[in-house]
């Protein structure tokens, strides 16, 4: 059976209707066709089918205003006399979707939420997550690696993916639909770490794209068995290989290393450089030139980089250059390098974190990223990308509507560039979309919003309606969302 769609169209009984969105587009283009850091355009409908998006119409029942989105969920309560609280079909919102289902399609009111592909979280350290219980107070990056060194000795299968599973699982909730994990892979941890991931990779597929990056954090010259568990886990389906040259003895001979590597198994490359605010030295040039040697442009990146805050403006920009010119992407890691940065400073503690905004130029790609999550390197975080990018935009003292959309699109589709894709919102395309509780991406990076709700390939992952408060001591509710009056004394049954 197939009943009538937004438009006037037959619908199929598996399709979703994802009703009343606002997509991001270009400013000064028309087109509804979004990676999710433009303008906010007027309200649609998105037709899901088979996986895919099927079809992007203007919304037939747009919200009077924005905030009013129909989110379903157990213990949430509807007024059945209220007509303004149904739904497309005249049906209530499935108590476990949050959609209805009338014999016809699934149908999800969105009131105007903004929808784009979902957060993208660059760089992340999934195997030594949460593990700051089995550390020791430290004092800088130093100490942080050697007792996450001790640690790892101690992980195992089952813990690795215990822990991973709980950052995962939040990030997914978060709005994360894409993620570059590192595994470490050296004589400490062997393939413990790997072989967890590589399964939590298969499991939360239909969630998140989870790619892995086999990573030698405590370097190759002084551990040379690392490159043999390195080779291992690629051949084992590693996604990526990666370096971290500020730990190894000989840095030069680490960065050659690695990309021996990434070329002889064609994948991604990425270093871990220039973690310090010392602008005397840097391996930064190391990574550009074997970049350039091996033509590896847009198959490159480097995480942290503080040292490039450290740097006189002209000089930034020259380096932002020579990475765009070489193809290299920069990851920027404000919690993590906020918390180790300025250790030594007793006044004026120097914030550490790389000013990328500030450093655009043309060609360059660049992310911010989680990193850390509750370990020495960083004893806090809950997956949320969008509070990192918030963050980030504080720490660079960022304002204005443009400056916002770069950083949104940091943490969306310009840190796709990096890690491989270009997903948007468009007929034909994956139906990856994730719903935030703003109209558009700049209110949702001012104002922190909930995610509430995303689907995967056209499959539902996530439902978090709007939380209710309670409008008196009768048990009333209203919704708490934003834009919302809290509680409507002025409506008879005093709200929802």
């Known amino acids: 059976m197939t009943t009538l769609g937004t438009q006037g169209r037959d619908v199929g009984p598996s399709e979703v209707v994802i009703r009343d969105v606002r997509l991001a587009v270009q400013a000064g283009s028309g087109a509804a066709r979004t990676g999710g850091a433009g303008v906010a355009g007027p309200p649609v409908d998105l037709i899901l089918r088979d996986g895919l998006i099927a079809a992007i119409e203007p919304t037939r029942y747009p919200g009077d205003r924005y905030t009013r989105p129909r989110l379903g969920g157990r213990g949430t309560a509807t007024d059945p006399s209220d007509p303004d609280d149904g739904t497309a079909n005249g049906t209530a919102p499935d108590s476990r979707t949050g959609t209805t289902d009338a014999n016809g399609p699934a149908v999800f009111d969105a009131g105007g939420a903004f929808a784009f592909p979902g957060f993208v979280d660059a760089h992340v350290h999934l195997d030594k997550a949460h593990i700051l219980d089995r550390c020791r107070g430290g004092a800088g990056l130093a100490q942080a690696v050697a007792q996450v060194r001790a640690a790892k ?84 389906g590693a996604d990526e290989v990666g370096g971290c040259p500020y730990t190894d003895a000989d840095p030069g001979a680490h960065v050659r290393a690695i990309f021996d590597l990434a070329v002889e198994f064609d994948v991604p490359v990425d270093f871990h450089v220039d973690f310090d605010l010392d602008p005397s030295w840097e391996h930064l040039s190391l990574v ?116 916002l959309r770069s950083v ?89």
């Open 153 to 236: 000795r101690g992980f195992t299968v089952e813990d690795v993916r215990d822990r991973a599973a709980r950052v995962l699982r939040r990030a997914i909730v978060n709005g994360t639909t894409r993620m570059r994990s590192y595994v470490e892979v050296d004589p400490d941890a062997g393939l413990r770490s790997f072989e967890a991931l590589a399964a939590l990779r298969d499991e939360y597929a239909h969630a998140v794209d989870l790619r892995l990056s086999a990573f030698a954090q405590d370097g190759t010259t002084q551990a040379p068995r690392t490159l043999g568990l390195l080779r291992r886990a690629l051949e084992q």
């Open 408 to 496: 949104f699109g940091m943490v969306s589709a310009a840190a796709e560039a990096i890690v491989g894709g270009a997903r948007r919102i468009e007929v034909g395309a994956s139906a990856d979309v994730v719903l935030l509780d703003a109209p558009d991406p700049v209110t949702a990076l001012r104002e922190c919003v909930q995610p509430l709700a995303g689907w995967k390939a056209g499959r539902q992952t996530f439902l978090r309606p709007r939380p209710r408060l309670l409008a008196d001591g009768l048990g009333r509710t209203s919704e708490a969302g934003f834009g919302e009056d809290l509680v409507d004394q002025g409506r008879p049954g005093g709200g929802r």
């Open 288 to 403: 550009v030139a074997e970049t350039r040697r091996h033509g590896w442009g847009g198959r490159t990146s480097v995480g942290h980089v503080t040292k490039l805050s450290a740097l006189a403006p002209a000089d930034r920009l020259a380096v932002a250059g020579r990475l765009a010119d070489a193809g290299i992407g920069l990851v920027v890691l404000p919690a993590t390098d906020l918390f180790l940065s300025g250790r030594d400073a007793e006044r004026l503690v120097p914030r550490g974190v790389a000013p990328a905004v500030a450093t655009q130029v043309p060609g360059l790609a660049m992310a911010v990223a989680t990193n850390n999550v509750v370990n020495p390197f960083t004893p806090f975080g809950d997956a949320d990308l969008l509070r990192m990018a918030n963050l980030y935009a504080i720490v660079g003292q960022l304002e204005t509507d443009d400056d």
